[in-house]
């Protein structure tokens, strides 16, 4: 996490420096190669932080003052609620990175869309 | 404690007037119909689109209060009626992620009316399903002993009382929404498309809440008796109904503006009103506000910390509805072009 934000943050001053020695900025091939190659890390980041969050305080739940086996809830049958949750989030997971993936690889085709509604978020 | 009931009822009243209009929005867009079924459709998506999100803070605002400031009360509640709230999570999961789905979508048309019908669906059923927890904790139904609730996973809400409190709440959330969307445009026809839903649904939500009543004789005892005590709960029926006389005369003489403020009191005396007759009970039969609050230092941070969070959030939601809300024409201007 840590690693990757340094890199951002060098990325960005780069591009600073760039844009002051050697404008304009979007002829410098090297560069915007780079950047291409650097853009995953801000997910990398994201994830990496909460994975350090939460499976590094373990077994805390709150750190030094509760540990998470006297957390759990007394509730039965949570195995259904933990299963339906974790399978809508893998969907929801998937249609994200499919709709990622057609929006960076692919130029749609706008004509077969709907031009109405005009939903945008 | 009783000022942070308050303020948790103040946020349920707030969260009702303008995120419950936005599940109304969806339960419109799943059952247009007629010649210009496409347009309201579209009404519907250009008026949510840059609230729909910011509308949660209140319902987060709520859950937050409850479990700093009444962690008992929360608890019974999440464990007593784990189904309904479970319910309503995934409801709001779909809700968001499927209208987000739908704008983003690259491919075929008829796979965004699919995301479409997902999103209309789920913005229907959440509603249902808050009702029903308001319901169930009015009921004296919810009860948990050790950790494990008495009356199951299903007889805690599953019984005609919380039933048709959803309903009601569905009922009152589509009728504000009608109320609303009937200003969002200036094209007459679409106007009187809502007008005629905001009657007919004002109607149906009238009533329910008379079924309401007579059903809470049996199911509720307590929350009727509460609603029949004080002079001042009398007062606040009677505001409530003159919010609804002013609403439909509004509507019938196409006063749009005056109906959707007289829409947005009514609804709120109601809940207002609920509140102040389930006092001083969180839960019905045990939790009372005073029985399920955390300790004072606490709920006193709670309050204060509250206060803070107004200052910023407060004008920030001022200004989005400025930018947002005021400037209609420019805004139906720019969406030909953006995406």
């Not at chain 1, 291409?36 to 750190?63: C, D, H, K, N």
């Not at chain 2, 784990?82 to 499927?98: D, E, M, Q, W």
């Not at chain 2, 009187?192 to 149906?204: E, T």
């Amino acid at each position: 996490m840590v690693g990757c934000g340094s890199l951002l943050s060098l990325v960005a001053l780069l591009a600073g420096w760039l844009t002051w020695k050697r404008p304009p900025l979007i002829n410098h091939k090297p560069f915007l190669k780079a950047l291409v190659l650097v853009s995953p890390l801000g997910f990398v980041a994201l994830e990496a932080g909460w994975m350090v969050t939460e499976l590094g305080r373990q077994p805390w739940i709150i750190y030094h003052l509760m540990r998470t086996r006297d957390a759990v809830t007394s509730m039965p049958n949570v195995t259904i609620t933990f299963l339906v949750m974790t399978a809508l989030y893998v969907i929801l997971g998937v249609i994200v990175v499919w709709l990622l993936s057609k929006h960076v690889i692919a130029t749609p085709d706008r004509k077969q869309q709907l031009v109405r509604p005009g939903v945008l978020v | 404690m009783s000022f942070s009931r308050v303020l948790v009822l103040a946020a349920l009243v707030i969260y009702s007037l303008l995120g419950g209009a936005d599940y109304g929005a969806g339960f419109w867009d799943l059952i247009c119909s007629g010649p210009r079924q496409q347009d309201q459709r579209d009404l519907i998506a250009r008026a949510i689109q840059p609230v729909w999100e910011t509308n949660h803070i209140w319902l987060i605002l709520v859950v937050v209060l409850m479990f700093s400031g009444f962690p008992a009360a929360f608890s019974e509640i999440s464990l007593g009626l784990a189904v309904p709230i479970f319910l309503i999570l995934l409801g709001i999961v779909l809700r968001g992620s499927s209208y987000v789905f739908r704008a983003y979508f690259t491919g075929s048309a008829h796979t965004q009316l699919y995301w479409g019908k997902v999103f209309s669906i789920s913005s229907s059923i959440t509603p249902l399903f808050l009702g029903i927890v308001i319901g169930a904790i009015s009921s004296d139904a919810v009860l948990v002993k050790g950790g494990i609730s008495d009356n199951g996973f299903l007889r805690t809400w599953f019984q005609p009382f919380p039933l048709i409190v959803g309903v009601l709440s569905l009922s009152l959330f589509a009728y504000l929404s009608a109320c609303y969307l009937t200003i969002e445009t200036d094209d007459a026809a679409l106007q009187n498309d809502f007008r005629n839903r905001a009657l007919f649904s004002g109607f149906v939500s009238l009533m329910t809440a008379f079924a309401t009543y007579v059903v809470a004789g049996n199911a509720a005892q307590g929350i009727r008796e509460g609603l029949s005590r004080a002079p001042y709960v009398w007062l606040i029926e009677v505001g409530g109904a003159i919010g609804a006389l002013v609403a439909f005369q509004a509507l019938w003489t196409r006063h749009y503006q005056r109906a959707r403020i007289a829409a947005a009191a009514q609804v709120a005396l109601i809940i207002f009103g609920w509140g102040v007759a389930q006092y001083p009970y969180l839960v019905r039969p045990e939790l009372t506000i005073y029985s399920s609050a955390a300790p004072t230092n606490i709920v006193s941070d709670l309050v204060i910390a509250v206060a803070v969070g107004a200052l910023v959030l407060i004008p920030s939601l001022v200004l989005l509805l400025l930018v947002f809300k005021t400037h209609r024409e420019s805004i139906s201007a720019g969406t030909g072009t953006s995406i």
